[in-house]
Protein backbone atom coordinates (compact mmCIF):
# COMPACT_ATOMS: atom_id res chain seq x y z
CA UNK A 1 0.00 0.00 0.00
CA UNK A 2 1.61 3.44 -1.01
CA UNK A 3 2.03 6.69 1.22
CA UNK A 4 -0.94 8.31 -0.83
CA UNK A 5 -3.47 5.74 0.42
CA UNK A 6 -4.46 7.84 3.75
CA UNK A 7 -4.58 10.93 2.11
CA UNK A 8 -6.91 9.37 -0.75
CA UNK A 9 -9.34 8.13 1.56
CA UNK A 10 -9.92 11.04 3.60
CA UNK A 11 -10.27 12.73 0.18
CA UNK A 12 -13.10 11.07 -1.11
CA UNK A 13 -14.70 10.94 2.67
CA UNK A 14 -14.83 14.65 2.43
CA UNK A 15 -16.23 14.39 -0.91
CA UNK A 16 -18.80 11.71 0.47
CA UNK A 17 -19.83 14.08 3.97
CA UNK A 18 -20.33 17.51 1.87
CA UNK A 19 -22.58 15.37 -0.81
CA UNK A 20 -24.63 14.34 1.81
CA UNK A 21 -24.93 17.06 3.96
CA UNK A 22 -27.37 19.57 3.77
CA UNK A 23 -25.78 22.14 4.98
CA UNK A 24 -23.13 22.21 2.64
CA UNK A 25 -23.43 24.73 -0.31
CA UNK A 26 -22.73 23.28 -3.68
CA UNK A 27 -20.05 25.48 -4.25
CA UNK A 28 -17.93 23.38 -1.29
CA UNK A 29 -19.25 20.35 -2.90
CA UNK A 30 -17.37 20.65 -6.51
CA UNK A 31 -14.63 21.86 -4.10
CA UNK A 32 -14.76 18.60 -2.26
CA UNK A 33 -15.25 16.80 -5.35
CA UNK A 34 -12.34 18.34 -7.36
CA UNK A 35 -9.91 17.16 -3.88
CA UNK A 36 -11.11 13.69 -4.50
CA UNK A 37 -10.76 13.70 -8.25
CA UNK A 38 -7.30 14.82 -7.88
CA UNK A 39 -6.37 12.16 -4.84
CA UNK A 40 -7.76 9.82 -7.07
CA UNK A 41 -6.16 10.11 -9.66
CA UNK A 42 -2.87 10.64 -7.92
CA UNK A 43 -3.67 7.29 -6.83
CA UNK A 44 -4.32 5.39 -9.94
CA UNK A 45 -1.20 6.75 -11.39
CA UNK A 46 0.96 5.11 -8.87
CA UNK A 47 -1.01 1.75 -9.05
CA UNK A 48 -1.00 1.79 -13.28
CA UNK A 49 2.84 2.17 -12.88
CA UNK A 50 3.00 -0.76 -10.05
CA UNK A 51 0.87 -2.62 -12.55
CA UNK A 52 3.16 -1.82 -15.03
CA UNK A 53 6.13 -2.96 -13.92
CA UNK A 54 5.05 -6.02 -12.35
CA UNK A 55 3.17 -6.78 -15.38
CA UNK A 56 -0.06 -7.82 -13.60
CA UNK A 57 -1.99 -6.95 -16.55
CA UNK A 58 -0.50 -9.81 -18.66
CA UNK A 59 -2.37 -11.84 -15.43
CA UNK A 60 -5.91 -10.53 -16.91
CA UNK A 61 -4.81 -11.27 -20.90
CA UNK A 62 -3.70 -7.45 -21.55
CA UNK A 63 -0.63 -7.47 -23.72
CA UNK A 64 0.13 -3.72 -21.94
CA UNK A 65 -0.73 -1.58 -19.69
CA UNK A 66 -2.07 0.85 -21.90
CA UNK A 67 -4.43 -2.24 -23.42
CA UNK A 68 -5.35 -2.68 -20.13
CA UNK A 69 -6.57 0.65 -19.32
CA UNK A 70 -8.22 1.10 -22.51
CA UNK A 71 -10.26 -2.46 -21.85
CA UNK A 72 -10.82 -2.17 -18.43
CA UNK A 73 -10.41 2.11 -17.65
CA UNK A 74 -12.17 2.85 -20.86
CA UNK A 75 -9.91 5.49 -21.37
CA UNK A 76 -7.49 6.28 -24.27
CA UNK A 77 -3.89 4.75 -24.25
CA UNK A 78 -2.31 8.41 -24.49
CA UNK A 79 -3.83 8.95 -20.94
CA UNK A 80 -2.71 5.50 -19.24
CA UNK A 81 1.05 6.08 -20.91
CA UNK A 82 0.94 9.89 -19.20
CA UNK A 83 -0.39 8.36 -15.71
CA UNK A 84 2.07 5.93 -15.94
CA UNK A 85 4.72 8.71 -16.06
CA UNK A 86 3.63 10.89 -14.15
CA UNK A 87 4.43 7.70 -11.36
CA UNK A 88 8.12 8.19 -12.63
CA UNK A 89 7.57 12.43 -11.85
CA UNK A 90 6.68 11.61 -8.42
CA UNK A 91 9.79 9.44 -7.80
CA UNK A 92 11.88 12.13 -9.35
CA UNK A 93 10.27 14.87 -7.70
CA UNK A 94 8.76 13.56 -4.27
CA UNK A 95 7.14 17.24 -3.21
CA UNK A 96 4.99 17.27 -6.53
CA UNK A 97 4.01 12.81 -5.41
CA UNK A 98 3.37 15.10 -1.39
CA UNK A 99 1.05 17.45 -3.21
CA UNK A 100 -0.90 15.61 -5.69
CA UNK A 101 -1.50 12.70 -3.25
CA UNK A 102 -2.71 16.06 -0.55
CA UNK A 103 -5.13 17.43 -4.30
CA UNK A 104 -3.01 20.63 -3.92
CA UNK A 105 -2.17 20.13 -7.49
CA UNK A 106 -4.08 17.99 -10.33
CA UNK A 107 -3.02 15.33 -12.96
CA UNK A 108 -2.45 18.24 -15.50
CA UNK A 109 -0.41 20.15 -13.31
CA UNK A 110 1.58 16.97 -12.64
CA UNK A 111 1.97 16.49 -16.25
CA UNK A 112 3.37 19.81 -16.56
CA UNK A 113 6.30 18.71 -14.77
CA UNK A 114 6.66 15.89 -17.02
CA UNK A 115 6.87 17.70 -19.74
CA UNK A 116 9.31 19.58 -17.57
CA UNK A 117 11.64 16.61 -16.92
CA UNK A 118 12.03 15.61 -20.37
CA UNK A 119 12.33 19.34 -22.00
CA UNK A 120 14.09 21.65 -19.17
CA UNK A 121 16.15 18.93 -18.19
CA UNK A 122 16.18 16.82 -14.74
CA UNK A 123 18.56 18.62 -13.19
CA UNK A 124 16.96 21.58 -14.09
CA UNK A 125 13.80 20.95 -13.40
CA UNK A 126 14.40 19.19 -9.91
CA UNK A 127 16.08 22.81 -9.15
CA UNK A 128 13.29 24.78 -10.33
CA UNK A 129 10.88 22.10 -8.62
CA UNK A 130 10.30 24.35 -5.20
CA UNK A 131 9.37 27.44 -7.00
CA UNK A 132 7.21 25.80 -9.72
CA UNK A 133 4.74 23.85 -7.31
CA UNK A 134 4.11 27.22 -5.53
CA UNK A 135 2.96 28.27 -8.89
CA UNK A 136 1.15 25.44 -9.11
CA UNK A 137 -0.86 25.55 -6.22
CA UNK A 138 -2.60 28.68 -7.75
CA UNK A 139 -2.59 28.41 -11.20
CA UNK A 140 -4.47 26.49 -13.80
CA UNK A 141 -2.70 23.78 -15.53
CA UNK A 142 -2.38 26.00 -18.97
CA UNK A 143 -0.95 28.70 -16.84
CA UNK A 144 1.87 26.10 -15.30
CA UNK A 145 2.57 25.16 -19.00
CA UNK A 146 3.36 28.73 -19.87
CA UNK A 147 5.86 29.22 -17.16
CA UNK A 148 7.66 25.91 -17.63
CA UNK A 149 7.83 26.62 -21.36
CA UNK A 150 8.75 29.84 -20.36
CA UNK A 151 11.82 28.69 -18.66
CA UNK A 152 13.02 26.35 -21.46
CA UNK A 153 12.89 28.74 -23.57
CA UNK A 154 15.84 30.81 -21.16
CA UNK A 155 17.89 28.03 -20.36
CA UNK A 156 17.40 26.29 -23.98
CA UNK A 157 17.29 29.51 -26.27
CA UNK A 158 19.79 27.81 -28.80
CA UNK A 159 16.86 25.18 -29.27
CA UNK A 160 15.14 28.09 -30.46
CA UNK A 161 17.86 29.68 -32.83
CA UNK A 162 18.08 26.53 -34.44
CA UNK A 163 14.38 25.84 -35.12
CA UNK A 164 14.58 29.33 -37.06
CA UNK A 165 17.43 28.51 -38.64
CA UNK A 166 15.15 25.07 -40.06
CA UNK A 167 12.68 27.35 -40.81
CA UNK A 168 15.24 29.53 -42.99
CA UNK A 169 16.20 26.32 -44.52
CA UNK A 170 12.27 25.46 -45.41
CA UNK A 171 10.79 28.41 -46.13
CA UNK A 172 8.78 28.88 -49.43
CA UNK A 173 6.12 30.28 -50.71
CA UNK A 174 4.13 29.40 -54.18
CA UNK A 175 0.87 30.47 -55.99
CA UNK A 176 -0.54 28.38 -58.58
CA UNK A 177 -4.02 29.72 -60.52
CA UNK A 178 -6.14 27.29 -60.44
CA UNK A 179 -9.95 26.55 -61.06
CA UNK A 180 -11.68 29.61 -59.78
CA UNK A 181 -8.39 31.27 -58.38
CA UNK A 182 -5.36 30.56 -56.85
CA UNK A 183 -3.80 28.24 -54.40
CA UNK A 184 -1.00 29.21 -52.18
CA UNK A 185 1.28 26.64 -50.87
CA UNK A 186 4.67 27.31 -48.67
CA UNK A 187 6.57 27.51 -45.03
CA UNK A 188 7.13 30.70 -43.86
CA UNK A 189 9.99 31.34 -41.51
CA UNK A 190 9.50 33.26 -37.97
CA UNK A 191 10.18 37.11 -39.26
CA UNK A 192 8.17 36.84 -42.11
CA UNK A 193 5.80 34.90 -40.86
CA UNK A 194 5.89 37.65 -37.93
CA UNK A 195 5.14 40.53 -39.83
CA UNK A 196 2.46 39.09 -42.43
CA UNK A 197 0.39 38.03 -39.10
CA UNK A 198 1.22 41.31 -37.80
CA UNK A 199 -0.76 42.77 -40.94
CA UNK A 200 -3.59 40.64 -41.39
CA UNK A 201 -4.42 40.39 -37.62
CA UNK A 202 -4.67 44.38 -37.49
CA UNK A 203 -6.16 44.98 -40.59
CA UNK A 204 -8.75 41.68 -40.16
CA UNK A 205 -10.72 42.92 -37.22
CA UNK A 206 -14.30 43.60 -37.49
CA UNK A 207 -15.39 47.01 -38.67
CA UNK A 208 -18.54 47.62 -36.25
CA UNK A 209 -20.99 45.84 -34.45
CA UNK A 210 -22.89 44.74 -37.73
CA UNK A 211 -19.59 43.59 -39.53
CA UNK A 212 -21.14 39.67 -40.25
CA UNK A 213 -18.17 38.84 -42.34
CA UNK A 214 -16.32 35.31 -41.09
CA UNK A 215 -12.79 35.38 -40.12
CA UNK A 216 -11.78 33.62 -43.31
CA UNK A 217 -13.41 36.46 -45.39
CA UNK A 218 -11.84 39.37 -43.12
CA UNK A 219 -8.56 37.89 -43.77
CA UNK A 220 -8.81 37.82 -47.27
CA UNK A 221 -9.89 41.58 -47.58
CA UNK A 222 -7.05 42.71 -45.37
CA UNK A 223 -4.55 41.01 -47.60
CA UNK A 224 -6.52 42.52 -50.61
CA UNK A 225 -6.40 45.25 -48.74
CA UNK A 226 -2.55 45.20 -48.29
CA UNK A 227 -2.03 44.16 -52.00
CA UNK A 228 -4.45 47.17 -53.54
CA UNK A 229 -2.31 49.55 -51.48
CA UNK A 230 0.90 48.71 -52.47
CA UNK A 231 0.01 48.54 -56.28
CA UNK A 232 -1.05 51.98 -55.39
CA UNK A 233 1.94 53.26 -53.94
CA UNK A 234 4.22 51.70 -55.24
CA UNK A 235 6.46 48.73 -54.32
CA UNK A 236 8.42 49.04 -51.56
CA UNK A 237 12.03 50.19 -51.52
CA UNK A 238 15.04 49.78 -49.20
CA UNK A 239 14.26 53.00 -47.77
CA UNK A 240 10.72 52.75 -47.15
CA UNK A 241 8.40 52.77 -43.94
CA UNK A 242 9.91 49.29 -41.75
CA UNK A 243 7.19 47.09 -40.69
CA UNK A 244 5.29 47.27 -37.29
CA UNK A 245 6.65 44.58 -35.76
CA UNK A 246 6.84 44.13 -32.30
CA UNK A 247 10.12 42.25 -29.99
CA UNK A 248 9.77 42.56 -26.08
CA UNK A 249 13.05 41.08 -24.01
CA UNK A 250 13.53 42.39 -20.74
CA UNK A 251 16.63 44.26 -19.47
CA UNK A 252 17.43 41.05 -17.38
CA UNK A 253 17.21 38.88 -20.45
CA UNK A 254 19.88 40.85 -22.57
CA UNK A 255 22.04 40.73 -19.59
CA UNK A 256 21.93 37.04 -18.86
CA UNK A 257 22.37 37.21 -22.69
CA UNK A 258 25.63 38.74 -22.04
CA UNK A 259 26.60 36.65 -19.29
CA UNK A 260 26.17 32.84 -20.53
CA UNK A 261 25.64 31.86 -17.06
CA UNK A 262 23.24 33.67 -15.64
CA UNK A 263 21.13 33.28 -19.21
CA UNK A 264 21.08 29.45 -17.88
CA UNK A 265 20.27 30.10 -14.72
CA UNK A 266 17.32 28.73 -12.98
CA UNK A 267 14.46 31.85 -12.20
CA UNK A 268 11.05 31.20 -12.79
CA UNK A 269 10.84 35.77 -13.35
CA UNK A 270 13.37 35.60 -16.48
CA UNK A 271 11.86 35.45 -19.86
CA UNK A 272 12.78 34.71 -23.31
CA UNK A 273 12.88 37.57 -25.94
CA UNK A 274 9.37 37.34 -27.38
CA UNK A 275 8.41 38.05 -31.43
CA UNK A 276 4.59 39.13 -31.50
CA UNK A 277 2.59 36.70 -33.01
CA UNK A 278 4.94 33.89 -32.93
CA UNK A 279 6.39 33.19 -29.33
CA UNK A 280 9.87 33.12 -27.45
CA UNK A 281 12.84 33.55 -29.73
CA UNK A 282 16.13 32.55 -29.38
CA UNK A 283 19.28 35.25 -28.68
CA UNK A 284 20.53 34.77 -32.19
CA UNK A 285 17.59 35.70 -33.81
CA UNK A 286 17.24 38.43 -31.47
CA UNK A 287 20.36 39.74 -32.61
CA UNK A 288 18.68 39.75 -36.01
CA UNK A 289 16.04 41.67 -35.54
CA UNK A 290 17.93 44.13 -33.23
CA UNK A 291 19.96 45.28 -36.23
CA UNK A 292 19.04 48.27 -37.52
CA UNK A 293 15.65 48.20 -35.18
CA UNK A 294 14.17 51.30 -33.71
CA UNK A 295 14.42 50.86 -30.00
CA UNK A 296 12.06 51.89 -27.57
CA UNK A 297 13.13 51.47 -24.00
CA UNK A 298 10.56 50.70 -20.87
CA UNK A 299 10.43 49.78 -17.59
CA UNK A 300 8.14 47.29 -17.63
CA UNK A 301 8.43 46.35 -13.77
CA UNK A 302 7.48 50.38 -13.22
CA UNK A 303 4.31 50.39 -15.78
CA UNK A 304 1.66 51.07 -13.40
CA UNK A 305 -0.16 54.20 -11.78
CA UNK A 306 2.76 55.71 -10.82
CA UNK A 307 5.03 56.07 -13.09
CA UNK A 308 5.58 59.75 -13.26
CA UNK A 309 7.86 59.59 -16.20
CA UNK A 310 5.13 58.65 -18.80
CA UNK A 311 2.56 60.94 -17.38
CA UNK A 312 2.11 63.87 -19.26
CA UNK A 313 -1.64 64.84 -17.29
CA UNK A 314 -3.36 67.02 -19.47
CA UNK A 315 -0.02 68.79 -21.23
CA UNK A 316 -1.28 66.19 -24.31
CA UNK A 317 -4.03 65.39 -25.85
CA UNK A 318 -3.07 61.67 -26.90
CA UNK A 319 -1.23 59.14 -25.74
CA UNK A 320 3.05 59.54 -26.81
CA UNK A 321 4.79 56.49 -28.28
CA UNK A 322 5.93 55.84 -25.18
CA UNK A 323 2.82 55.46 -23.16
CA UNK A 324 1.68 53.67 -26.35
CA UNK A 325 4.27 50.91 -26.09
CA UNK A 326 3.75 50.47 -22.21
CA UNK A 327 0.17 50.15 -22.45
CA UNK A 328 0.96 47.18 -25.03
CA UNK A 329 3.17 45.67 -22.91
CA UNK A 330 0.86 45.63 -19.67
CA UNK A 331 -2.24 44.42 -21.70
CA UNK A 332 -0.12 42.21 -23.72
CA UNK A 333 -1.02 43.46 -27.40
CA UNK A 334 -4.55 43.16 -26.95
CA UNK A 335 -7.98 45.12 -26.52
CA UNK A 336 -9.29 45.94 -22.54
CA UNK A 337 -12.37 44.21 -23.08
CA UNK A 338 -12.64 41.41 -20.73
CA UNK A 339 -12.81 38.20 -23.51
CA UNK A 340 -11.86 40.18 -26.76
CA UNK A 341 -8.56 39.55 -27.69
CA UNK A 342 -8.58 41.87 -30.99
CA UNK A 343 -5.55 43.90 -31.10
CA UNK A 344 -5.38 47.32 -30.09
CA UNK A 345 -6.55 50.05 -32.11
CA UNK A 346 -7.26 52.95 -29.97
CA UNK A 347 -6.31 54.24 -26.12
CA UNK A 348 -8.87 55.61 -24.14
CA UNK A 349 -9.10 57.82 -21.57
CA UNK A 350 -11.20 55.82 -18.74
CA UNK A 351 -11.73 59.81 -17.48
CA UNK A 352 -13.04 60.81 -20.86
CA UNK A 353 -10.16 64.04 -21.86
CA UNK A 354 -13.52 65.95 -22.39
CA UNK A 355 -14.32 65.07 -18.68
CA UNK A 356 -11.03 66.36 -17.84
CA UNK A 357 -9.13 63.21 -17.54
CA UNK A 358 -5.41 63.42 -18.17
CA UNK A 359 -3.13 61.79 -20.09
CA UNK A 360 -1.81 59.00 -17.54
CA UNK A 361 -0.77 55.30 -18.28
CA UNK A 362 -3.33 54.68 -14.84
CA UNK A 363 -6.25 56.44 -16.91
CA UNK A 364 -5.11 55.39 -20.29
CA UNK A 365 -6.41 51.31 -21.79
CA UNK A 366 -6.13 50.04 -25.11
CA UNK A 367 -8.94 49.12 -27.10
CA UNK A 368 -9.59 47.61 -30.43
CA UNK A 369 -11.73 49.76 -32.71
CA UNK A 370 -14.97 48.12 -32.25
CA UNK A 371 -15.04 47.90 -28.44
CA UNK A 372 -14.05 51.54 -28.47
CA UNK A 373 -16.74 52.55 -30.63
CA UNK A 374 -19.11 50.51 -28.04
CA UNK A 375 -17.35 52.68 -25.20
CA UNK A 376 -18.36 56.07 -26.79
CA UNK A 377 -21.82 55.01 -27.96
CA UNK A 378 -22.84 53.87 -24.31
CA UNK A 379 -23.15 50.00 -25.48
CA UNK A 380 -19.92 48.78 -24.00
CA UNK A 381 -18.69 50.06 -20.24
CA UNK A 382 -15.74 49.47 -18.64
CA UNK A 383 -14.65 49.63 -15.29
CA UNK A 384 -11.03 49.46 -13.34
Known amino acids: MFGGTTTTIAAMRDAARAMTSVAVSTADELRALAAARDAIEAAMCERLAEMDQTKAHEDEGASSIRTWGRRELHQDAGRTAAMVRAASTFRDLPAVAVA ?18 KHVGRAETIALAEPLLDVAKTVTPGEL ?94 NGTKPHVFVTVEADTLQAMADESAARALDLDLKPAHLEGFGPIGPQLLDHLLCGAEITPILIKTIGANT ?42 ERWWSQGGPTDLDNLIGLCRKCHTLVHTGQLQLTG
Not at 104 to 112: D, K, L, N
Not at 165 to 193: N, Q
Open 145 to 238: FAKVRQAKAVIHGEDLDKAWLRGMAKRDLKITRCGDGWHVTGFLDVETGAKLKTILTNLSVPRDAGDERSPAERRMDALDDVCTSVLANGLPAD
Open 100 to 117: ARASQISFEHVQAFTFAL
Open 308 to 349: EVLDVGRTERYATLKQATAIRLRQGGVCASPGCHHPIAHLHH
